[in-house]
């Protein structure tokens, strides 16, 4: 299944993974503990699903979280895939390949309130 354009493709990302993909240009992390390199393709989520992701696999997370909202025109000119594919009873885009820091239109921070809930902070432009 290939990914449609009708939903953002979002990525959650520790801030110190991000500031450290700023400096190589490129982000190469997949999921919490888990490379691209590991894990041959980069985990992402459609906004309605970035939740029940955050509470599942970064709620007894401690480092400081973001979501990252990636620019799919920007992946294919660069020639990085994109795929939707099965996990459980979703489906789920998949980026086959580093995501450019170019690629990264917006940022939201991300942390979980005192009843565990996922909260997002307002988005800002990745650039600055």
Not at 101 to 113: E, K, L, P, Q
């Amino acid at each position: 299944m290939t990914d449609s354009p009708i939903f953002p493709l979002w990525h959650l990302a520790h801030a110190s993974d991000w500031a450290a993909a700023q400096d190589v240009g490129r982000y190469e992390f997949s999921t919490r503990g888990r490379t691209l390199a590991e894990e041959g393709f980069i985990h992402c989520s459609y906004p309605h699903q970035v939740g029940a992701v955050a509470r599942t696999f970064y709620a007894d997370d401690p480092e400081e979280l973001l979501v990252l909202e990636v620019d799919r025109e920007v992946l294919a000119l660069m020639g990085i895939e994109v795929r939707v594919e099965p996990v459980g009873d979703q489906h789920y885009p998949h980026i086959y390949g580093p995501i450019p820091v170019a690629a990264v239109s917006t940022i939201r921070a991300a942390a979980f309130d005192e009843g565990r809930g996922f909260v997002l902070g307002t988005p800002e432009p990745a650039d600055g």
